[in-house]
């Protein structure tokens, strides 16, 4: 008979919101976060500072490939490194909320790219700063 590891392979981290995804660099204070917050299991191999978003709205949403819709969960480092092809949270300048989408690089001039054609790539010239890398993406049913 089979013994389960004693050692575990994941730690966990809060499930938080659009808005506070935006402030997470500046002040990572899980106290502040309340009782009521949710807490998910994650790899060992992420950041101390990763955080789970629920995504909202459908931009991600693909009709072939890829496809994270409304409602998944998605594990953002902010220590990963953004590369061409990642998948992003990243803050626009004079908002308070996040934005998930594909980075792209092209011929120097980087997007943010939705999944979703109906959707329009955003241009990234100083107006955003990358939260971070997505990780992994979830759906709880």
Known sequence: MAIAPTQSDSKYF??????QAGEWAEAIDYQSLGDDIEWENAPKTVS?????LKVVGD???????VSIAAGHLILVDPNGAA???SLVVALLEGTN???FK???????QKYLMPLNPNYRPIEINGNCRIVGVVKEARVKL
Request: charged share 15%; proline share 6%; net charge negative.
């Open 97 to 99: 909320e996040v934005t």
């Open 102 to 108: 594909k980075l792209v690089i092209d011929a120097g």
């Open 83 to 85: 590369e061409n092809g």
């Open 14 to 19: 809060p499930v938080i919101s659009q808005v």
């Open 48 to 52: 101390d500072n990763s955080f789970w």
């Open 59 to 65: 931009s991600m949403t693909s009709p072939n490939g």
